[in-house]
T-cell receptor
Framework: DAKTTQPPSMDCAEGRAANLPCNHSTISGNEYVYWYRQIHSQGPQYIIHGLKNNETNEMASLIITEDRKSSTLILPHATLRDTAVYYCIPFGNEKLTFGTGTRLTIIP | KAGVTQTPRYLIKTRGQQVTLSCSPISGHRSVSWYQQTPGQGLQFLFEYFSETQRNKGNFPGRFSGRQFSNSRSEMNVSTLELGDSALYLC?????????????FGPGTRLTVL
């Protein structure tokens, strides 16, 4: 399984864009980059995923570098409800391997 | 479409007992995976079922077992409970569990072993 490196914690002001980086330099060619978040004691929530191209949905945007060694999740207008632990996961086979993630705190 | 449901949401057991947790996947999803989450070990994969067959297994002792029914509902069982089994048990479902098939998680069952 590919290893990931994420900052352990980040703060973002409410209403601003939150940019969460992830390094996955050992990702293999057939692995997608998945992002999940987990609000305290709840099940992880799927956010977005991508393979090579940048992706956008109603929750977030995902920017993947051309060499696929890193990516950035962007929450365009962060709200207090976006406070959570965010996980970046290279995923190709049946199981998700969660790292320690980034604890994002939205500041009022 | 209803999400993944897990029952019960909370459970308290004592050492040596056994427990059965239930998971109902999203309608149409045939793959169900189970995960254990503890503060010390994080989120760890237990096993995955598809069409009533266990296809993938994590590194957990044989006390942890599971099964899947023909309607894709799944149960996991933990026998001879230990204090260290206290955790949040999460179930996730996906369409077929194949390459990059998005998994959707339930709310989890919080198990406390006394």
């Amino acid at each position: 399984d590919a290893k990931t490196t994420q900052p352990p914690s980040m703060d973002c002001a409410e209403g601003r864009a939150a940019n969460l980086p992830c390094n996955h330099s050992t990702i293999s060619g057939n692995e997608y980059v998945y992002w999940y978040r987990q609000i305290h004691s709840q099940g992880p929530q799927y956010i977005i995923h991508g393979l090579k191209n940048n992706e956008t949905n109603e929750m977030a945007s995902l920017i993947i570098t051309e060499d696929r060694k890193s990516s950035t999740l962007i929450l365009p207008h962060a709200t207090l409800r976006d406070t959570a632990v965010y996980y970046c996961i290279p995923f190709g086979n049946e199981k998700l391997t969660f790292g320690t993630g980034t604890r994002l705190t939205i500041i009022p | 479409k209803a999400g993944v449901t897990q029952t019960p949401r909370y459970l308290i057991k004592t050492r040596g007992q056994q427990v059965t947790l239930s998971c109902s996947p999203i309608s149409g999803h045939r793959s169900v995976s189970w995960y254990q989450q503890t503060p010390g070990q994080g989120l760890q994969f237990l096993f995955e079922y598809f069409s009533e067959t266990q296809r993938n297994k994590g590194n957990f002792p044989g006390r942890f077992s599971g099964r899947q029914f023909s309607n894709s509902r799944s149960e996991m069982n933990v026998s001879t409970l230990e204090l260290g089994d206290s955790a949040l048990y999460l179930c996730a479902s996906s369409l077929w569990g194949g390459m990059a098939d998005t998994q959707y998680f339930g709310p989890g069952t919080r198990l406390t072993v006394l």
